[in-house]
Every structure is written in structure tokens, then in C-alpha cells.
């Protein structure tokens, strides 16, 4: 069983930058891949980026690819993602997930979700 609680959403202008972060509870976070996830008024949720349980592998989404990046410490239980020249389609708010899985981008592979921080890019 995880717990995940995510922090450090709010507003940014344009080309500014946030880090997220999302404590995990249990002693077993070091085996767990950590996705993050998005989620837009209107839209479906999307994948971001995810890392695998060591942090020795990582993935992202296109549209975030080069200005994002995640990172973990599995001492602290927590997992980052830093973005950068954040936009207005950045606004959102995004999800930390858990999964079994190395690797995976899609949201039905993850069996543990945190509630959620919002993101609102002004431009």
C-alpha cells in the first residue's frame, strides 16, 4: 500500500518554472515505478513523465520533453518534477502515481494515485 500527497503546484506566469513534489508513505516506494500525470478542464488525464524504481530509467511526453524533469529520493520517499518555460497549455492539475511496472505511460498501469496539485499558467 502507497500513499502520495503532491505539493508545489500554483500560479506561474509564462516561461517561469515549478517544482512538484509528491511524498510517498510505506516502506516499499523504492520499488515502485513514479508517473506523473496531468489532467486539463475538458481534457483526458495525460502522461508526463515517469522514472523507474532505481531512477536509472526515465520517459516523458513530447510536449514536455527538454523543459521537464523528474527525479527521486528514495531516502526522502519522494518524487520531483521540475518544469521549466512553463505555457499556458501546462495548466492543469497533475497527478503522482505509483505502478508495479519498470516503465509505464499509460494510467491504467498505475494502482496508486495521490489527490492532485494544481498548476495555472498565466500568459
Known amino acids: 500500500q502507497v500513499q502520495l500527497v503532491e505539493s508545489g503546484g500554483g500560479l506561474v506566469q509564462a516561461g517561469g518554472s515549478l517544482r512538484l513534489a509528491c511524498a510517498a508513505s510505506?516502506?516499499?516506494?523504492?520499488?515502485?515505478?513514479m508517473g506523473w500525470f496531468r489532467q486539463a478542464p475538458g481534457k483526458e488525464r495525460e502522461f508526463v513523465a515517469v522514472?523507474?524504481?532505481?531512477?536509472?530509467?526515465?520517459s516523458y511526453a513530447d510536449s514536455v520533453k527538454g523543459r521537464t524533469t523528474i527525479s527521486r529520493d528514495n531516502a526522502k520517499n519522494t518524487v520531483y518534477l521540475e518544469m521549466n518555460n512553463l505555457k499556458a497549455e501546462d495548466t492543469a492539475v497533475y497527478y503522482c502515481a505509483a505502478t508495479v511496472k519498470f516503465i509505464a505511460t499509460t494510467a491504467a498501469m498505475y494502482g496508486y494515485w495521490g489527490q492532485g496539485t494544481q498548476v495555472t499558467v498565466s500568459s
Open positions: 510505506g516502506r516499499t516506494f523504492s520499488s515502485y515505478g
Open positions: 522514472i523507474s524504481w532505481s531512477g536509472g530509467m526515465t
